[in-house]
DNA sequence: GGCGAATATCTTGCTGAGCGAGATGATAGG
DNA sequence: CCTATCATCTCGCTCAGCAAGATATTCGCC
């Protein structure tokens, strides 16, 4: 009995372990995707960095798109070349700046996506739902830590 | 007013949009990692899965190794050779079974894996040193659930 | 005890994602 | 206009991972 807060002592680690396994659990759920729609790991990631993007209002371009997956500009073009070949996304030359390449995403890619991540999220959200004001801010200040932890890590 | 006990209704969805950034921001982690000691995300995936085994007590053999990460018994081979050549691990034939290679981690390996991680651990078991009970049951709750989830989808 | 089926790993040859270097097309400053 | 710069694309290559088959070991059956 040294801690004066904590109430167990390995309740913390269990719970460090249980979050790394959650973070594998839902790799291997995006990897199902991604290999059901004969898709590879990086077109997921690219789909969702387009979604996000999207969902901000912003606009992303190959360049862009490149720098936030780690590709360089013939990976990237490589990776736009797929997804559009795929019919998930389409090239759109910018109207300002006629050398960049806009990145938008099809309604289908959107529609697939949903259908197969939509039933996690509302059952994450439903697990929620029984939890008080108290709970969800120990939710959210736990995963924004460990967020900024790990990003912080340069 | 639909919700009989949901406190905030947005409050749910931008949970488990920070818990996908977090997976992502760990992801990006893992693969700083790697880059930094010249190994390749699936090198450290397979480290973790070893690591795991050892704490568990259980010998990892190349083919579950190769199950576990969802690679062929020629990609388990060459991901061993990587790994044993890089010093990391090393192959130990079967002594009841001699058919078997049992792979096992140097200590070197768990050094390099705490160096990285540990700060990040700690981070994290700091982070819910002031949770109470309530508290640390709704993440354990809401982490085991989103886990089930995610698995559950087949 | 010995023989064939089953099991675990390794070898060979190939496909394809991603990298480095450089070409092509578009913009801005003098 | 002419040059420097920027965004993207093309070419040639490397290497992780796959499919198929070779090799070594064990187990069941007679």
Redesign the interface.
């Known amino acids: 009995m040294s ?1 004066p ?4 002592p390995g ?6 372990h ?12 995006s ?2 995707f991604a290999h059901r729609n004969g898709m590879h790991p990086t077109d997921v990631r690219a789909l ?1 960095a387009l979604m996000d993007a999207r969902r901000a209002g912003e606009e992303m371009s190959a360049g862009r798109l490149g720098g936030v997956l ?1 590709l360089n500009s013939a990976g990237t073009t490589a990776l736009v070349d797929r997804l559009e070949g795929a019919g998930l996304v389409r090239r759109v030359r910018g109207e300002r700046d006629r050398r960049r390449v806009v990145i938008e995403v099809e309604d289908r890619a959107v529609e697939l996506g949903w259908a ?1 991540f939509g ?3 509302e ?3 439903e ?10 801010a ?10 900024e ?3 912080g ?2």
């Open positions: 801690t807060s904590g109430p167990a309740a913390a680690l269990e719970i460090v249980l979050l790394r396994a959650t973070t594998v659990e839902l790799g291997l759920h990897a199902r969702i780690g197969f039933p996690l999220i059952r994450s959200v697990l929620l739902r029984g939890c008080d004001d108290h709970q969800l120990a939710i959210r200040d736990f995963l924004t830590g460990v967020r932890a790990a990003a890590g340069r």
